[in-house]
């Protein structure tokens, strides 16, 4: 994504080699911009702000659990708990989105 480009010029860190054209360097996952002089043109773009979220749709929910697990021991997992509706899994895997 763009935003992920916009690197302070001296927090770049090379994600190229000398020369390397603006077609090689975003082929292989980096930024170029050749407009400051000084700092590397091909640089590592900044990660992804991610976070994790209970989701929200009750019939996508991923099993984490087993039947009768409690509160409790299902937040140990690291997972979510919702103790409804019936059939579907209540204690069950984070998603993890981006921000």
């Given amino acids: 994504a763009k935003c992920q480009c916009k690197v302070v010029p001296k927090q770049r860190t090379n994600c190229g080699y000398p020369g390397i054209s603006a077609a090689e360097c975003k082929k292989i996952g980096c930024c170029f911009n050749a407009s400051v002089p000084s700092v590397p043109w091909c640089y590592n773009?900044?990660?992804?702000?991610?976070?994790?979220?209970?989701?929200?749709?009750?019939?996508?929910?991923?099993?984490?659990?087993?039947?009768?697990?409690?509160?409790?021991?299902?937040?140990?997992?690291g997972c979510c708990f919702r103790a409804h509706p019936a059939g579907v899994p209540w204690c069950f895997y984070h998603r993890t989105v981006e921000e």
């Fill in 45 to 77: 773009p900044k990660q992804k702000k991610v976070r994790k979220v209970c989701p929200n749709d009750p019939y996508t929910r991923i099993n984490c659990g087993h039947p009768g697990i409690k509160p409790r021991e299902c937040m140990r997992k």
